[in-house]
């Protein structure tokens, strides 16, 4: 069995790595945190220059007609360059959710307009601190209006439509909606949070024009977008924690302490070696998560769910780790370490904390090994 990405993949994995290596290197974040940019748009125009906001839609819908597995190497790269862009909201999670389960009509409205980085596009889930459930979902959706607060949501300052977990009548009665943001009765706020290179907000809808998407169990289509996105976030994991552990190598092997260099010291080589380790169980999980994310295979949800957990373990370790290997500097605003800090922590929160995939782990096996 071959888990390894074609050849074509493997070149626009570095088709996507010189751009980002030219056109964002770390400047880019920096500039952005000092800031009041949302994102940077030279680097989202060049994405979508490339094509690659329509990788995995449909050539029928304007896009390239790919796959996931394409979707991962970008993903990869966006990770390891820290890429302070909406790539994630509004093509692993927006696009994703309306290309799955949007009407017919849905599709050809917003799909286009997705691929050509004509707008962008958000999923709006949580609602405050507990983790959103069929059960506790509070925004609703009755005549063709949706009302409540979702909060966080990524890019939600930015993003010019939103797919909305919503509550459409009766208990545990759950359902996707879509929500036009530049229409009448949707307000946002600007939120705050660790890395303000992904931006976040709060957004209310009061009596907001909404269409439902296509009928079904509405929580088992957001658990499969859910289960889509944690594998690419996990990508994003991989190649972040990459690049922290390149930066600590590169950062031991010139940096002397007592006339040696600190990497010679066996505690900083034990360091690099755990981030290492860590880092390529991250990877083992997301290749297989990748493969049946391509495969649409039956055991999706575990791998999905596996890639999460490892992936956020990886990059947070990696982070922290490369943090303190660069020692009293590495906490310095001048410092590059703090960008994949401040994205570590982000992601790990991304599309639901490691507590709330590990709980999920354990009750698909158990389903599973029940069948």
């Known amino acids: 069995m071959n888990f390894d990405f074609s050849d074509d993949q493997k070149l626009l994995k570095e088709q996507v790595r010189k751009f980002l290596t030219d056109k964002c290197s770390y400047a880019v974040p920096r500039r952005i945190l000092d800031s009041d940019e949302p994102y940077a748009k030279e680097v989202w125009k060049g994405l979508?220059?490339?094509?690659?906001?329509?990788?995995?839609?449909?050539?029928?819908y304007g896009g390239l007609g790919l796959g996931a597995l394409?979707?991962?190497?970008?993903?990869?790269?966006?990770?390891?360059?820290?890429?302070?862009?909406?790539?994630?909201?509004?093509?692993?999670?927006?696009?994703?959710?309306?290309?799955?389960?949007?009407?017919?009509?849905?599709?050809?409205?917003?799909?286009?307009?997705?691929?050509?980085?004509?707008?962008?596009g958000t999923f709006a889930i949580s609602e405050g601190?507990?983790?959103?459930?069929?059960?506790?979902?509070?925004?609703?959706?009755?005549?063709?209006?949706?009302?409540?607060?979702?909060?966080?949501?990524?890019?939600?300052?930015?993003?010019?439509?939103?797919?909305?977990?919503?509550?459409?009548?009766?208990?545990?009665?759950?359902?996707?909606?879509?929500?036009?943001?530049?229409?009448?009765?949707?307000?946002?706020?600007?939120?705050?949070?660790?890395?303000?290179?992904?931006?976040?907000?709060?957004?209310?809808?009061?009596?907001?024009?909404?269409?439902?998407?296509n009928g079904g169990d509405g929580w088992s289509q957001v658990s499969r977008i859910l289960d889509g996105a944690a594998v690419l976030f996990a990508f994003e994991q991989v190649g972040g924690a990459e690049a922290a552990l390149e930066m600590a190598r590169d950062y031991s092997l010139e940096r002397?302490?007592?006339?040696?260099?600190?990497?010679?010291?066996?505690?900083?080589?034990?360091?690099?070696?755990?981030?290492?380790?860590?880092?390529?169980?991250?990877?083992?999980?997301?290749?297989?998560?990748?493969?049946?994310?391509?495969?649409?295979?039956?055991?999706?949800?575990?791998?999905?769910?596996?890639?999460?957990?490892?992936?956020?373990?990886?990059?947070v370790f990696a982070a922290q780790e490369s943090l303190q290997t660069h020692g009293g500097i590495g906490y310095t605003w001048e410092a590059n370490t703090q960008f994949h800090y401040r994205r570590a922590k982000l992601l790990a929160l991304a599309v639901g904390a490691s507590v709330q995939w590990k709980e999920k782990l354990v009750q698909r096996l158990e389903a599973k090994n029940a069948a």
């Not at 690659?52 to 050539?59: F, H, Q, S, V």
């Not at 509070?138 to 300052?157: E, H, I, L, Y």
């Open 70 to 120: 394409e979707l991962c190497v970008i993903a990869e790269e966006l990770g390891r360059a820290v890429a302070p862009v909406p790539f994630s909201s509004s093509v692993y999670l927006a696009s994703e959710a309306i290309k799955l389960f949007g009407t017919e009509k849905q599709k050809q409205t917003w799909l286009p307009k997705l691929a050509s980085g004509e707008i962008i």
């Open 256 to 315: 002397y302490a007592f006339g040696r260099q600190i990497g010679s010291y066996q505690a900083i080589k034990h360091k690099l070696a755990d981030i290492y380790v860590k880092k390529e169980l991250a990877k083992s999980n997301a290749y297989f998560g990748a493969m049946m994310l391509n495969d649409e295979g039956s055991e999706l949800p575990e791998a999905a769910a596996a890639s999460r957990i490892a992936g956020n373990d990886a990059y």
């Open 129 to 213: 601190l507990h983790a959103p459930s069929a059960h506790n979902i509070k925004t609703s959706f009755a005549g063709g209006k949706v009302n409540g607060v979702k909060t966080p949501v990524a890019d939600g300052d930015i993003a010019d439509v939103a797919v909305v977990v919503v509550n459409s009548g009766g208990k545990d009665k759950v359902s996707l909606a879509i929500v036009d943001l530049k229409g009448a009765g949707v307000s946002r706020e600007v939120l705050r949070t660790l890395d303000p290179t992904r931006s976040h907000a709060a957004v209310t809808f009061k009596d907001a024009p909404a269409e439902l998407m």
């Open 48 to 60: 979508v220059e490339m094509g690659l906001t329509g990788t995995a839609i449909p050539e029928a």
